[in-house]
């Protein structure tokens, strides 16, 4: 018979902890999961398969109920000593405390994803009376069960209908988690199988490989915006260090990023994939399953016999959230509780996605008193780690622990915003003092006056003073690049280190678009630098050529003796570097990823580049633009009308790259 068939009061700490675990089973898993899933589907959706989906609520069950025991047995131990000092209460007593607490969880978890839904449907961004209110709800609905509590305490009719409800709910939860379980130790095993022995490299690539194998160094800067650099032409001297490694080096000037922001770029650039085939396109949600992990070019290398690490100063392309394998030694953006960190590294090696847990712990009472994951004390940790001075001091010392041959790729935060450059370098291009030039004002204009990145053209001559500070940023960075450059050089690491210096995005201060996302295409948005130094080369090259950053991947393989693999989208760029005239494949762009409320005109767009054309299209509302880049550079004149016969071939170009890929 089940312990909860009868009636009877709870008399025992066993009874009393049997109920807690059911009523908090049905707290959790019956009412907060599926209030979350419901407001994160679209997101989820966006970023993995229907399948994914179903695997990860089926971890999060699993895991809200092992939560759910946790709390049951912490709420019991608390009301222990209550069975000494009121031993005939004790069971009423653990029984009120349970029941006032679980009312109390499920009105505010109602109440705030209502707030959550109208901040979404709306796409409100700063909801100054949303915090005040829910604190308040908070306090009226506590005081309200404090006071039924205490009279539920002398009431026992209210006990037979709890205990049966509890009964109930026990019953289908205990059923759902059996079959979770189920459902997730089949993926583990699976996901081990198909791990297994994993290679790939074929065994004839392996021993086709150089037989001296030069150190690979990747440096990629954040938001590196290709014509506001002096390299490419900027009437301001923003990369004189830059210029000088450029004048021994092969420069490409139409370089392009595969996406407009970090995540599905860096993504691109270690993978030699494009957004719609690796998927990584969400800022979070979607992470590199099974296989996927090892299709890179850090994985690759290892297999070659190369010494890996990486530092990477972004807090939302992190490694081990996306979970890419490959790197020996990994410094990244860490969660800041020992408890996150554990539960993270658990929920990896089972290859599910700890950004869910991440989200609900950020979003819980606890965020900043427990897990210091509040956003400012989140953004205060990141600025203190991605200092880039301190980054490129990093990276030395790690550079110097890897054993050669190795590869190494650093990614640095600036010219990203804040755009706050050290003394030396902040009013050199825009000398007003009290504008612009404090973490407070930079915050002020990402979270206040343009959160969803859009501009009215009253605020253009503001914008033009805050490009300005991103020019400083620019020059600032390019300052800390070439202190780390002249390092490799008075050391000698250059004689036998290949270096690729390139960005993930561009940046807009242009057409009413602020920084950086959203389904913009734009020129400054996508064309970022691209500089490749071989060991020892003395004379520099400027390609014309249109390239990707997924033809970096690639590149560095041909350049060891080894061609790239079937799953690598991007091409080599040795013949073009040799001088050779190759047919010239289009180049893409794309979004996938619809960031819920950043952006009020929301669309997957992309973008393809073939000869001097660029057609850039959005999904959503099939509207495309065409432009002519070599003479319009601005992209100012859509020619999608006056030039029929190439935007017919552009779209079915466009077409024939779309078939079988999930874009809708």
């Given at each position: 018979m089940h312990p909860f068939s009868t009636v009877r009061i709870p008399e025992t700490i066993w009874d009393v902890l049997r109920f807690a675990i059911a009523w908090w089973l049905f707290n959790f898993v019956l009412v907060l999961l599926p209030l979350d899933l419901l407001f994160r589907l679209q997101s989820l959706l966006d970023a993995g398969s229907a399948l994914?989906?179903?695997?990860?609520?089926?971890?999060?069950?699993?895991?809200?109920?092992?939560?759910?025991?946790?709390?049951?047995?912490?709420?019991?131990?608390?009301?222990?000593?209550?069975?000494?000092?009121?031993?005939?209460?004790?069971?009423?007593?653990?029984?009120?405390?349970?029941?006032?607490?679980?009312?109390?969880?499920?009105?505010?978890?109602?109440?705030?994803?209502?707030?959550?839904?109208?901040?979404?449907?709306?796409?409100?961004?700063?909801?100054?009376?949303?915090?005040?209110?829910?604190?308040?709800?908070l306090i009226v609905v506590s005081l309200a069960v404090a006071i039924y509590c205490i009279f539920f305490l002398f009431k026992t009719s209210g006990y037979a209908k709890l205990l049966r409800f509890s009964s109930s709910s026990f019953k289908f939860t205990s059923v759902l988690t059996v079959l979770c379980l189920t459902v997730v130790v089949s993926h583990v095993a699976y996901a081990q199988f198909e791990h297994s022995d994993e290679t790939i490299l074929s065994e004839r690539d392996k021993k086709n490989v150089s037989k001296d194998l030069p150190n690979i160094v990747i440096v990629t800067f954040d938001a590196l915006r290709a014509s506001e650099m002096s390299l490419y032409g900027f009437n301001l001297e923003t990369t004189p260090n830059i210029d000088k490694l450029g004048a021994s080096s092969y420069?490409?000037?139409?370089?392009?990023?595969?996406?407009?922001?970090?995540?599905?770029?860096?993504?691109?650039?270690?993978?030699?994939?494009?957004?719609?085939?690796?998927?990584?396109?969400?800022?979070?949600?979607?992470i590199f399953r099974g296989k996927d992990k090892d299709e890179n070019i850090a994985f690759a290398l290892k297999q070659l016999g190369y010494n890996t690490g990486t530092l990477v100063a972004n807090n939302l392309f992190v490694p081990s959230k996306v979970q890419i394998n490959g790197f020996d030694e990994v410094v990244e953006f860490d969660p800041p509780s020992s408890f996150l960190r554990a539960v993270q590294e658990i929920v990896q090696k089972l290859e599910f996605s700890t950004v869910w847990i991440y989200d609900l712990a950020k979003e819980s009472p606890l965020a900043d008193p427990v897990l210091g994951l509040s956003t400012k004390a989140t953004?205060?940790?990141?600025?203190?780690?991605?200092?880039?001075?301190?980054?490129?001091?990093?990276?030395?010392?790690?550079?110097?622990?890897?054993?050669?041959?190795?590869?190494?790729?650093?990614?640095?935060?600036?010219?990203?915003?804040?755009?706050?450059?050290?003394?030396?370098?902040?009013?050199?291009?825009?000398?007003?003092?009290?504008?612009?030039?404090?973490?407070?004002?930079?915050?002020?204009?990402?979270?206040?006056?343009?959160?969803?990145?859009?501009?009215?053209?009253?605020?253009?001559?503001?914008?033009?003073?805050?490009?300005?500070?991103?020019?400083?940023?620019?020059?600032?960075?390019?300052?800390?690049?070439?202190?780390?450059?002249?390092g490799l050089k008075a050391d000698g690491l250059l004689d036998n280190t290949m270096l690729v210096v390139s960005a993930d995005h561009g940046e807009s201060f242009q057409r009413g678009v602020l920084m950086h996302g959203g389904p913009d295409l734009y020129q400054e948005l996508i064309h970022v630098p691209l500089i490749v130094k071989m060991p020892?080369?003395?004379?520099?090259?400027?390609?014309?050529?249109?390239?990707?950053?997924?033809?970096?991947?690639?590149?560095?393989?041909?350049?060891?003796?080894?061609?790239?693999?079937?799953?690598?989208?991007?091409?080599?760029?040795?013949?073009?570097?040799?001088?050779?005239?190759?047919?010239?494949?289009?180049?893409?762009?794309?979004?996938?990823?619809?960031?819920?409320?950043?952006?009020?005109?929301?669309?997957?767009?992309?973008?393809?580049?073939?000869?001097?054309?660029?057609?850039?299209?959005?999904?959503?509302?099939?509207?495309?633009?065409?432009y002519n880049i070599e003479e319009d550079s601005g992209e100012t004149v859509n020619l999608v009308d006056k030039e029929k016969e190439i935007y017919a071939a552009m779209k079915g170009e466009l077409l024939r790259v779309l078939k079988d890929k999930p874009v809708s």
């Open positions: 994914q989906v179903g695997l990860d609520c089926a971890f999060m069950v699993l895991f809200f109920t092992v939560f759910s025991m946790l709390i049951a047995m912490a709420v019991t131990f608390l009301c222990l000593p209550f069975r000494f000092l009121f031993k005939k209460l004790f069971s009423r007593i653990a029984f009120a405390v349970n029941v006032g607490c679980g009312i109390v969880f499920l009105s505010t978890n109602v109440f705030h994803y209502s707030i959550r839904w109208v901040e979404k449907i709306f796409h409100l961004t700063n909801i100054e009376w949303a915090s005040p209110v829910e604190s308040g709800f420069v490409f000037d139409n370089m392009y990023s595969a996406c407009n922001w970090t995540v599905p770029s860096l993504s691109s650039l270690l993978t030699g994939k494009y957004p719609f085939s690796h998927n990584v396109n969400g800022v979070g949600y979607s953004m205060e940790r990141f600025y203190e780690f991605s200092n880039a001075r301190v980054n490129f001091k990093m990276a030395r010392e790690i550079m110097d622990s890897l054993k050669p041959p190795f590869f190494f790729w650093i990614h640095v935060t600036p010219p990203h915003m804040p755009y706050l450059s050290e003394k030396e370098f902040l009013y050199k291009f825009l000398p007003e003092h009290g504008v612009l030039d404090s973490l407070k004002d930079f915050d002020e204009v990402n979270n206040v006056m343009f959160p969803q990145r859009r501009y009215s053209r009253e605020f253009q001559s503001f914008v033009d003073k805050l490009e300005l500070r991103y020019d400083e940023h620019v020059r600032f960075v390019d300052s800390l690049f070439g202190d780390f450059l002249d020892g080369q003395t004379e520099g090259k400027r390609i014309k050529t249109a390239v990707s950053n997924v033809d970096i991947a690639p590149t560095m393989l041909s350049i060891l003796g080894v061609p790239a693999p079937n799953w690598m989208e991007g091409q080599s760029l040795t013949g073009i570097m040799a001088g050779e005239i190759l047919p010239e494949k289009p180049k893409l762009a794309m979004n996938f990823s619809l960031m819920d409320s950043s952006f009020d005109f929301m669309s997957k767009s992309i973008a393809v580049i073939k000869d001097k054309y660029k057609l850039i299209c959005y999904i959503s509302y099939d509207k495309c633009e065409l």
